[in-house]
């Protein structure tokens, strides 16, 4: 029902329903004027009764019945039934109208009582009981039925009138309600409908005061903002107004009370109780009184928010049309049905190269290319006939004849009657795809010569195998022609043995799992040979992205695995012997490690190797010399073991041998005494024989070994423990060794910071001219006092002084300290014959490049004559390096800093090389000097050594003496020095010191 009909029918409904309020009001007004009449008639008739209360008697009953009949004639012209009875509830009077609804004349109802006329006297006589009790009048309805049969709605009302005489009578004035309640059931019922129909009415309907409080609503109004009926009438309607139409909403209502306008109607936000916003469509008007005064509002209101969304998200739809129109990269214009332009967008014109003024009518259509003006209007006559979208290529001529391809899609609009009202055409600038096409054509001529003269392999796989095309760079290398290869695929060149890895590659490429693949793989030749090649393979796609063929890419690369297979094998292999090296060889006892762990029964054993004196024969002979020695000594460790050992070189003169599955300990103490065996036999090298030995250090493999390392570790200490016990022999590594190793390491941290601390301190020992017994000078020896250990023995310190470098700190510290206390010596006593202090310098001294500056500056700073120092070097000394090492020496000599020979005789040193050195003094080692009496031998060797010295002017220093003979002895060979407990063990400073004070002499010179 629409919202017009809806208020046409409460209208009527209204109407009815005041008209029926009116005949109501009539009747009512009606009766009250009867009971006046009646009841001043009473009061009339009353009065007179009490004015003639003295009168006598029957003067008093002639004038009531006079007044009796005076009222029966006054009651018979009022319309509505009266009645008296008395307290006998007998009649005493009815009027007319009163008999014609019972349906009795007057004569049967006077003196009757209600039970011999009416059934329903039970009714009537309660209430007249009620009213003679209480003395004041009732008003009842009841249902009466007359004598004919007819049944009425009967209004009654009954008063208690007293008489002077305190008699009292019931009068009753009734009416016939039936018209009267039919037309209130009517009016209920139209009242009950009204309400039913503004309630499910689909709008909201709603009663509001002049200040707009809510009277009344029905729930269609609440369900629109959200709120009940009771909550609604505790509001007004400016509570649920938007607040920017608040002001507009009372101006409005303001106007219809001010009579400006009958009603209003707008479209206006509420506010729902959510807090979201309604719009609504209100219609609202004044109810008015009878005087034309303002009573209320009406108010018809319409939900309206999904047209309002939909309002907006037109216009929304719209503006985004347009947008886009305008910024659409598409060139876009409208045709009416006659083909003239009525819109272009700012592309299309760009694209037209005209304006939009000069786009519209049929400007567009002057622009297009000459030759291209006849396909466009067949495209429009086509879109005519087939009613279809129709695409299609042509060119528009723009200024300067410049011109531009576009893509053309027209589609036809047609009406409700399918008639077409217009076309949109659509135009894209295919400059660039022109472009584009003429560079791939020329694309794919250069692809074309790309794949046929690539220089690596190319070939293009169909999806189920066989090849389609492949180049020159394939069919070389496999050894086949274009067409031969054309039958077959990559899996069937690939060597059998890796086929099923490169299928499974190709499924997953096919599969869409990977992108490519690329793999290496040994492909067999035509002839039969192995070609190794790296294929990459890719899956190639058309446009839409569906798989249309295998591209691979074959690189042969039998060269580079060539060389990567001589790498690998210089990468384990040494350069010079061709051994396996130390990574290969730490591989293999790896896996010795891994299986001993699995069967502890196995055995295996490491033996490490160290050439014994090698640096003297390298520096000696030379570095060929010496490679060609490692090569000997490898090629004679080979002759040694078996096939399944393995011999390698460390680096250097190191060689380390790995022995497996032996039965114990002796089998490789068999190897190790057999190679010392080989390698003592002279090696002939470049017509010179060279004799050499080999410290050997074994350790056997075991489960509680880790790493390789530790093994090899193990190996290396044994083989220290051999050289340091004589050299040309082996060790076995036990725990004990380990000890010592981490002993020797702890004491090189302890030496370190021994030297930073400075916890050594220098003894003096004697040198004593055997000649004149005085003293001629001090041999100065390190002592190390450890705060922990005490005093450490020089034969602990000194080896791993030399080896971690450390000598060389050390060194120069004695050399300061000792000529410093000699300076002061020579201060103290200058009455004393000069004296020279002998200080130690090592190998490792010697190779500094400093060394030369470094003596020079200490001698400067003691200011020490360089006449009083005598440096000492071993025998082993001279024959690294001679060259270098006699420049060096004779740099000192310049200097007039003496040079003496240490421990002579126990070296290897050649003598022809003696007399090209710039030596002072020789030295005899104690271990000549402290034989001297066991045998005839050893006392010719010290008199050879001695008539040596002299031989090349040097003079000699014995070490070592201890008793009296040893001194007669070496007096007799002529022997110019010598020192040893003797004369005096090493002193401190202090206690050389006082041995200076006392001036001694150590024997009477002619003492034997």
Same mark, same amino acid.
């Given at each position: 029902m629409?919202?017009?009909?809806l208020?046409?029918q ?7 329903i005041?008209e ?6 009539a ?12 009841w001043?008639?009473?009061i009339?008739q009353?009065?007179g009764?009490l004015?003639?209360s ?8 002639n004038r009531r ?5 005076w009222?029966n004639h006054?009651?018979?012209t009022?319309?509505?039934p009266?009645?008296?009875k ?7 009077v009815?009027n ?5 609804l019972? #349906? /009795?004349p007057?004569e049967?109802?006077?003196g009757q009582?209600d039970?011999q006329?009416f059934?329903e006297?039970?009714m009537f006589?309660?209430?007249?009981? !009620?009213v003679?009790?209480?003395g004041?009048?009732?008003?009842y309805?009841?249902n009466?039925t007359?004598?004919?049969g007819?049944?009425y709605v009967?209004s009654t ?11 009292k009578?019931l ?12 037309m209130e059931l ?18 909201g ?7 707009g409080q809510f009277?009344w ?5 609440g369900?629109?903002v959200g709120y009940?009926e009771?909550?609604?009438l505790?509001?007004?309607?400016q509570d649920?107004t938007h ?7 009372l101006?409005?209502?303001?106007a219809?009370i001010n ?16 807090g979201?916003?309604? =719009?609504g469509?209100v219609t609202?008007?004044?109810?008015r009184n009878h005087?034309?005064k303002?009573?209320y509002?009406v108010?018809?209101?319409?939900d309206?928010?999904?047209?309002k969304?939909t309002?907006?998200a037109l216009?929304?739809?719209e503006?985004?049309?347009?947008s ?9 214009f409208?045709?009416d049905?006659? #083909? ?5 967008n +700012? ?7 005209? &304006?939009?003024?000069d786009?519209l009518?049929e400007?567009?259509?002057q622009?297009?290319h000459p030759e291209d003006?006849?396909a466009?209007f067949e495209q429009?006559q086509q ?10 290529k042509y ?12 893509l053309?899609?027209?589609i036809a609009?047609?009406?409700q009657d399918?008639k077409?009202?217009?076309y949109?055409?659509?135009?894209t600038n295919?400059?660039e795809?022109?472009?584009t096409e003429?560079a791939? !054509?020329?694309s794919?001529?250069q692809f074309r010569?790309t794949?046929e003269?690539a +220089?690596?392999?190319m070939?293009i ?7 389609q095309?492949?180049?020159q760079?394939?069919?070389?290398p496999?050894g086949y022609?274009?067409e031969?290869?054309? #039958?077959?695929?990559f899996?069937?060149?690939?060597h059998?043995?890796?086929?099923m890895a490169f299928l ?9 799992e990977i992108?490519?693949?690329?793999m290496?793989?040994r492909?067999?030749? @035509?002839?039969?040979h192995v070609?190794h ?5 890719v899956?190639? !796609?058309?446009?839409?992205g ?5 591209l691979g890419q074959f690189?042969?690369?039998s ?9 690998v094998?210089?990468a384990?292999h ?5 051994l396996?090296n130390?990574a290969?060889f ?7 490690l891994?299986?001993?762990k ?7 054993a490491v033996l490490?190797?160290d050439?014994d004196?090698?640096k003297?024969v %390298?520096d000696?002979?030379g570095?060929v010399m010496?490679?060609?020695l ?5 090629d004679?460790l080979?002759q040694c073991l078996?096939?399944?050992?393995m *011999?390698?070189?460390? #680096? ?10 032996? @039965?114990?300990i002796?089998?490789?103490t068999?190897v190790?005494d057999?190679i ?5 036999s002279?090696?002939?090298l %470049?017509?010179?024989?060279? *004799?050499?030995t080999a ?9 509680t /070994?880790e ?7 193990d190996?290396?200490?044994?083989? /220290?423990?051999?050289k340091?016990?004589? @050299?040309?022999r082996y060790?076995?590594?036990d725990k004990?060794?380990y000890?010592?190793?981490?002993g ?8 370190r910071?021994a ?8 003894h003096?020992q004697?040198?004593t001219s055997l ?5 001629t000078g001090?041999e100065?020896?390190?002592r =190390?006092h450890? +705060?922990? @250990?005490g005093?450490v023995s020089p034969?602990?310190f000194i080896p791993i002084?030399e080896?971690? &470098?450390?000598?060389v ?11 410093q206390q000699m ?6 006593f200058s009455w004393?014959?000069?004296?020279k202090?002998s200080?130690?310098?090592s ?11 470094k003596?020079?500056?200490?001698l400067l700073?003691t200011?020490l004559n +360089? ?7 071993t025998e082993?000394?001279?024959?690294e390096?001679?060259?270098v090492v ?9 200097r007039?800093i003496?040079l003496s020979l240490?421990?002579f ?9 003696l007399?090209?050195?710039?030596v002072?003094?020789?030295?005899i080692d ?5 034989r001297?009496n066991?045998n005839?031998?050893?006392?010719e060797?010290?008199?050879?050594i ?9 003079d ?7 008793t009296s003979?040893?001194?007669?002895q070496?007096k007799s060979?002529a022997c110019?020095?010598g ?8 002193l401190?400073?202090q206690?050389?010191t006082?041995?200076?004070?006392n001036a001694?002499t150590?024997?009477?010179?002619g003492?034997?």
């Amino acid at each position: 029902m629409s919202e017009r009909q809806l208020a046409m029918q409460i209208e009527d409904l209204s109407r009815q329903i005041a008209e029926l309020q009116t005949t109501l009001q009539a009747e009512i007004k009606a009766r009250q004027q009867v009971e006046s009449l009646f009841w001043e008639q009473q009061i009339s008739q009353n009065t007179g009764d009490l004015a003639n209360s003295s009168t006598e008697e029957p003067l008093r009953e002639n004038r009531r019945k006079c007044s009796l009949q005076w009222i029966n004639h006054i009651l018979n012209t009022i319309a509505d039934p009266i009645f008296v009875k008395n307290e006998g509830h007998r009649y005493l009077v009815v009027n007319d109208a009163f008999c014609q609804l019972v #349906g /009795y004349p007057r004569e049967q109802l006077i003196g009757q009582s209600d039970e011999q006329i009416f059934p329903e006297v039970d009714m009537f006589r309660e209430q007249e009981k !009620r009213v003679l009790a209480l003395g004041s009048p009732v008003e009842y309805e009841a249902n009466f039925t007359n004598a004919v049969g007819n049944t009425y709605v009967i209004s009654t009302k009954i008063y208690c009138v007293e008489d002077v005489g305190a008699e009292k009578f019931l009068v009753g004035i009734g009416r016939e309600i039936s018209q009267q309640k039919e037309m209130e059931l009517t009016m209920l019922e139209c009242q009950e409908r009204f309400l039913d129909i503004m309630d499910q009415a689909a709008v909201g309907i709603a009663q509001l005061s002049l200040d707009g409080q809510f009277l009344w609503t029905n729930s269609g109004f609440g369900k629109i903002v959200g709120y009940s009926e009771s909550e609604l009438l505790e509001m007004k309607f400016q509570d649920l107004t938007h607040s920017a139409d608040l002001d507009s909403s009372l101006e409005l209502c303001q106007a219809l009370i001010n009579d400006l306008i009958p009603k209003f109607s707008r479209e206006k936000r509420y506010i729902h109780k959510n807090g979201a916003v309604v =719009w609504g469509n209100v219609t609202v008007s004044l109810a008015r009184n009878h005087e034309g005064k303002p009573k209320y509002f009406v108010a018809f209101l319409t939900d309206i928010s999904d047209r309002k969304r939909t309002e907006q998200a037109l216009q929304d739809s719209e503006h985004r049309y347009y947008s886009l129109m305008q910024v659409s990269p598409v060139g876009i214009f409208h045709l009416d049905a006659s #083909g003239e332009c009525v819109y272009a967008n +700012p592309h299309a014109c760009e694209i037209a190269g005209l &304006g939009l003024v000069d786009m519209l009518g049929e400007g567009w259509i002057q622009n297009v290319h000459p030759e291209d003006r006849l396909a466009v209007f067949e495209q429009l006559q086509q879109i005519h006939s087939d009613r279809q979208k129709v695409t299609g290529k042509y060119r528009f001529l723009r200024a300067n004849n410049q011109v531009t391809w576009v893509l053309s899609e027209a589609i036809a609009q047609f009406d409700q009657d399918t008639k077409i009202t217009g076309y949109v055409w659509t135009v894209t600038n295919i400059n660039e795809l022109k472009v584009t096409e003429e560079a791939l !054509r020329q694309s794919e001529e250069q692809f074309r010569h790309t794949f046929e003269y690539a +220089p690596i392999g190319m070939a293009i796989q169909s999806l189920n195998g066989p090849f389609q095309r492949v180049n020159q760079g394939l069919c070389e290398p496999l050894g086949y022609t274009a067409e031969e290869l054309l #039958g077959k695929s990559f899996a069937d060149l690939i060597h059998p043995e890796e086929v099923m890895a490169f299928l499974e590659q190709q499924q997953h490429l096919l599969a869409d799992e990977i992108a490519s693949f690329q793999m290496e793989n040994r492909y067999l030749a @035509k002839d039969g040979h192995v070609v190794h090649a790296l294929l990459k393979m890719v899956l190639v !796609r058309d446009f839409r992205g569906e798989p249309l063929h295998l591209l691979g890419q074959f690189v042969d690369i039998s060269d580079r695995k060539q060389v990567e297979q001589q790498l690998v094998h210089d990468a384990f292999h040494d350069a010079l012997t061709g051994l396996p090296n130390r990574a290969m060889f730490l591989e293999r006892v790896s896996t010795a490690l891994k299986r001993i762990k699995r069967y502890p029964h196995q055995l295996f054993a490491v033996l490490f190797l160290d050439v014994d004196r090698f640096k003297i024969v %390298n520096d000696s002979m030379g570095p060929v010399m010496g490679d060609r020695l490692l090569i000997a000594i490898a090629d004679k460790l080979n002759q040694c073991l078996r096939s399944t050992d393995m *011999v390698a070189r460390l #680096g250097g003169d190191e060689f380390s041998i790995l022995l497996e599955d032996i @039965k114990d300990i002796k089998d490789a103490t068999k190897v190790a005494d057999r190679i010392l065996e080989l390698l003592g036999s002279p090696f002939t090298l %470049n017509g010179y024989e060279v *004799v050499t030995t080999a410290s050997i250090g074994i350790a056997m493999l075991s489960p509680t /070994y880790e790493q390789p390392e530790q093994v090899l570790r193990d190996a290396d200490i044994a083989m /220290y423990r051999a050289k340091r016990a004589g @050299k040309a022999r082996y060790e076995i590594f036990d725990k004990v060794m380990y000890s010592y190793a981490l002993g020797l390491l702890q004491l090189e941290n302890d030496l370190r910071r021994a030297i930073e601390k400075r916890e050594f301190k220098l003894h003096y020992q004697p040198i004593t001219s055997l000649v004149s017994a005085s003293l001629t000078g001090f041999e100065a020896l390190v002592r =190390w006092h450890h +705060p922990e @250990k005490g005093m450490v023995s020089p034969v602990e310190f000194i080896p791993i002084a030399e080896e971690t &470098g450390l000598i060389v700190p050390l060194g120069e510290w004695v050399l300061r300290e000792a000529c410093q206390q000699m300076k002061q010596w020579q201060d103290q006593f200058s009455w004393v014959a000069p004296l020279k202090m002998s200080v130690n310098l090592s190998a490792k001294q010697l190779r500094e490049k400093q060394l030369i500056q470094k003596i020079d500056d200490i001698l400067l700073e003691t200011n020490l004559n +360089p006449n009083c120092l005598k440096l000492e070097i071993t025998e082993s000394v001279l024959m690294e390096n001679t060259e270098v090492v006699a420049k060096i020496l004779w740099q000192l000599r310049s200097r007039n800093i003496e040079l003496s020979l240490d421990d002579f005789g126990t070296g290897y040193s050649s003598l022809s090389y003696l007399h090209s050195f710039p030596v002072n003094t020789v030295k005899i080692d104690r271990s000549f000097v402290s034989r001297m009496n066991d045998n005839e031998e050893n006392s010719e060797i010290v008199k050879a050594i001695v008539t040596l010295a002299h031989t090349l002017g040097m003079d000699a220093v014995a070490e070592g003496i201890e008793t009296s003979e040893q001194l007669a002895q070496l007096k007799s060979l002529a022997c110019e020095q010598g020192q040893g407990y003797f004369f005096s063990k090493p002193l401190d400073s202090q206690a050389a010191t006082e041995l200076l004070a006392n001036a001694p002499t150590w024997f009477n010179h002619g003492e034997a």
